[in-house]
């Protein structure tokens, strides 16, 4: 297949490819369609070469995550079915995320079964993809992967988009309790910021100034809490630090050292922490899908801690109530 940059010869490819997708014809892409083996060091990371050779795999299923509206629907990566994280991936009325049943529903929807090869991509960096990710495997999916680099590097490389949704065969998936091993709540953080777990890392993601309180949240963003800082004892380390200038993730030898510095080495259990769980999502990523470590993302964040009473706070910047 042509990589041409040219966006709208992309679209137009995407859209011939699409249909064929959908007639459940085999497309030649240069590469033979099964699924062939993703990076063996990575298997959780799928290349962009990787997933444009396999788009009419049977067994490769792809989910566009992206907040920005309207992008799905003016092109995505052919056979991509459109999961929208503030629906599909939480519950649309606790501060929860989405209900066992409801995300079995959308699975199967998705054409996914027990044996499917996932693969999550997304703007914003591919926060969102990680998110999913956590959600797939807290819910028992084996093999479910992330395109490096998401849905910018996808677009900036020419490759193929479609405006067409697929219509996949139902899937058999059957999702497994919810895995808590993979989450930490309120009263686990607790325990490390009052030094009754020791043990426990806590990595918080933010830039440097939410992690200081010198500011509540980035310019934009709607979710705040009442108090600014971080939890007592989290180590700051961005998100940022972790993804190359495109937006694909540094080698894993570049990633120990950059938490090792911090004290992040494998040798005791982590807990990462953002805003609203979606930065973290992808810090959890890295350490738990890549580095191999033990790992639990608190998905309710800085909007929950920071909005909860008695609860200790470091706060370095000396912001209150949006006040230096």
């Given at each position: 297949m042509s990589t041409s940059t040219h966006p709208r010869r992309g679209v137009v490819r995407g859209v011939l490819l699409g249909a064929a997708v959908l007639a459940g014809s085999m497309v030649s892409l240069g590469t033979?369609?099964?699924?062939?083996?993703?990076?063996?060091?990575?298997?959780?990371?799928?290349?962009?070469?990787?997933?444009?050779?396999?788009?009419?795999?049977?067994?490769?299923r792809i989910i566009e995550v992206s907040t920005d509206p309207g992008v799905y629907e003016r092109g995505h990566?052919?056979?991509?079915?459109?999961?929208?994280?503030?629906?599909?991936?939480?519950?649309?009325?606790?501060?929860?995320?989405?209900?066992r049943k409801r995300f079995e529903?959308?699975?199967?929807?998705?054409?996914i079964s027990a044996d499917s090869t996932v693969v999550l991509y997304g703007d914003k960096n591919n926060w969102f993809a990680a998110w999913g990710v956590w959600i797939f495997k807290t819910y028992g999916a084996k093999d479910v992967r992330i395109l490096n680099g998401g849905r910018d590097k996808w677009v900036k490389?020419?490759?193929?988009?479609?405006?067409?949704?697929?219509?996949p065969a139902k899937g058999t998936f059957v999702a497994t309790a919810a895995d808590t091993t993979l989450r930490a709540f309120l009263p686990?953080?607790?325990?490390?910021?009052?030094?009754?777990?020791?043990?426990?890392?806590?990595?918080?993601i933010r830039s440097a100034d939410e992690f200081s309180g010198k500011i509540f949240a980035p310019a934009g963003f709607q979710e705040l809490a009442i108090r600014a800082g971080h939890v007592p004892g989290a180590r700051n380390v961005p998100w940022?630090?972790?993804?190359?200038?495109?937006?694909?993730?540094?080698?894993?030898?570049?990633?120990?050292?950059?938490?090792?510095?911090?004290g992040i080495d494998?040798?005791?259990?982590?807990?990462?922490?953002?805003?609203?769980?979606?930065?973290?999502?992808?810090?959890?990523f890295v350490l738990s899908q890549i580095l191999g470590y033990e790992?639990?993302?608190?998905?309710?964040?800085?909007?929950?801690?920071?909005?909860?009473?008695?609860?200790?706070?470091?706060?370095?910047?000396?912001t209150v109530w949006g006040k230096g």
């Open positions: 033979a369609a099964p699924v062939q083996a993703a990076k063996a060091s990575t298997p959780n990371i799928v290349e962009t070469s990787w997933l444009e050779a396999n788009l009419t795999a049977p067994k490769v990566i052919p056979g991509a079915v459109n999961f929208r994280w503030h629906t599909d991936f939480v519950d649309p009325v606790n501060r929860d995320i989405v209900q529903e959308l699975v199967r929807a998705a054409g490389e020419g490759r193929a988009l479609t405006p067409i949704v697929p219509a686990d953080v607790l325990k490390v910021a009052r030094k009754q777990d020791k043990a426990t890392k806590l990595v918080d940022g630090t972790a993804v190359n200038s495109d937006g694909t993730f540094k080698s894993i030898e570049e990633l120990r050292r950059i938490y090792a510095a911090q494998g040798k005791a259990p982590v807990i990462t922490y953002c805003r609203i769980g979606e930065r973290a999502a992808h810090t959890w790992v639990k993302l608190y998905d309710g964040s800085w909007t929950e801690y920071g909005n909860s009473v008695g609860v200790p706070i470091e706060n370095p910047a000396g």
